[in-house]
């Protein structure tokens, strides 16, 4: 048995993995549908284009275990960012050192307004953004932060830069109960060049980020891959192979998939592969069919009408009149976004939208009592 996901991914090869999923045939297709439980070999032939045909197949069995296993709901989250600081050059950012922006991190009255606006839209789980700037943004400030917001929210998520297992110790003890932490590509070369500069260049240190936070009793953990970098079958390939893993490994913790596509920002490249609507929905029918167990979550990066048509056919959490700035739900935008936004609807229009396609929005669904932790 593996001690890091990291002693797995290295039996694996990329080319190899990504002849293996476009040579699906429609033959095994059928195998992979018919099954009653599905392995990730299942699921490399989901996402094939040898799939695609069956779309419409795989929506209705995506809708249907998502159903059965999560009920008719929707689980709302706010984003919301603390600082826009960060000491790494990633190609795609926005946040990039290399990127002429004002920086700006929030201090105590700067969070209070915030709050005071996100919980007024509804909002009882909370997303904490940072970008890696570890001599303002740091442990210090985290704990400071989570302290003074988690008397407001049942529920609070983060994702900074990777830390240790102690520091995730120390997270979850201040109260956070899920931290997400994006790959972005697992193709090591090709995630060199996205990431010239900083300590994010170092591959392995995120690729085993995971297990830290499995190691450190985290309840949930958040995994995905910036959709645009690489070929996206093959990278989401080895992001279930991730969570598989994982889910092995960590079996008291819960997990959630994302799908970031990547999105205009100042500064950023274009991206090298492109990913229609229709591709992104088999990903997601491909993920529910494959893991019945999986929360699956989509963001304002997405369009509406791509947002409202994919509501009942297996996600389960969605973020709603998100801003990408610190600062951004109470002030005029002093700082530039990570990227923009493509639905900018309010989070009533999109609880709306919801309850008008038969299902709930929930705005909280967990209480920090749950787990002996008193606020
Ligand atoms: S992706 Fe994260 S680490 Fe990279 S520049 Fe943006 S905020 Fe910084």
Redesign the pocket.
């Known amino acids: 048995m593996q001690t890091t996901f990291q002693q797995l991914f290295d039996t694996y090869n990329w080319d190899e993995v990504q002849n293996r999923i476009y040579r699906s045939t429609a033959a095994d297709v059928e195998r992979a549908l018919a099954k009653r439980k599905r392995n990730i070999d299942d699921f490399a032939t989901l996402i094939s284009p040898a799939a695609a045909p069956y779309l419409e197949q795989m929506a209705q069995m995506s809708h249907a275990l998502t159903k059965k296993r999560f009920g008719k709901t929707i689980q709302m989250y706010a984003p919301m960012y603390l600082s826009n600081e960060?000491n790494?050059i990633?190609t795609y950012?926005g946040?990039?050192l290399d990127n002429k922006i004002p920086r700006k991190t929030l201090n105590p009255v700067e969070i209070e307004q915030e709050i005071t606006v996100i919980k007024k839209e509804g909002f009882d789980h909370i997303l904490l953004v940072t970008?890696?700037a570890n001599h303002t943004v740091n442990m210090h400030y985290f704990i400071k932060s989570i302290q003074q917001i988690k008397a407001h929210f049942s529920n609070i998520s983060i994702e900074v830069q990777p830390l240790s297992e102690e520091e995730y110790n120390q997270l979850h003890d201040a109260g956070v109960y899920s931290v997400l932490v994006y790959q972005e590509t697992y193709h090591r070369d090709v995630y060199k060049a996205y990431h010239p500069k900083g300590k994010?260049s170092n591959f392995d240190f995120r690729l085993n980020t995971p297990d830290r936070i499995g190691k450190a009793g985290i309840h949930k953990m958040g995994l995905g891959v910036l959709l645009g970098l690489e070929d996206w079958r093959t990278d989401s390939f080895f992001n279930a192979l991730h969570i598989d893993y994982l889910q092995r490994t960590y079996w008291q913790s819960k997990y959630s998939v994302s799908f970031p596509r990547l999105r205009p920002a100042e500064g950023i490249i274009e991206p090298n592969f492109i990913m229609e609507d229709r591709d992104l929905l088999q990903l997601i029918c491909a993920y529910r069919i494959w893991n019945e167990d999986l929360e699956i979550s989509l963001s304002t990066r997405e369009n509406e009408t791509f947002r409202d048509n994919v509501i009942p056919l297996g996600v389960t959490t969605m973020s709603a009149g998100s801003k990408t700035n610190p600062g951004g739900y109470s002030t005029e935008p002093e700082s530039l976004e990570?990227f923009e936004v493509s639905d900018e609807r309010p989070a009533v229009e999109i609880a709306k939208i919801i309850s008008e396609r038969g299902y709930e929005p929930v705005w909280k669904d967990w209480d920090r009592a749950y787990c002996g932790v008193t606020i």
Request: include cysteine.
């Open positions: 960060c790494n990633c950012c946040f990039s970008g890696e994010k990570q």
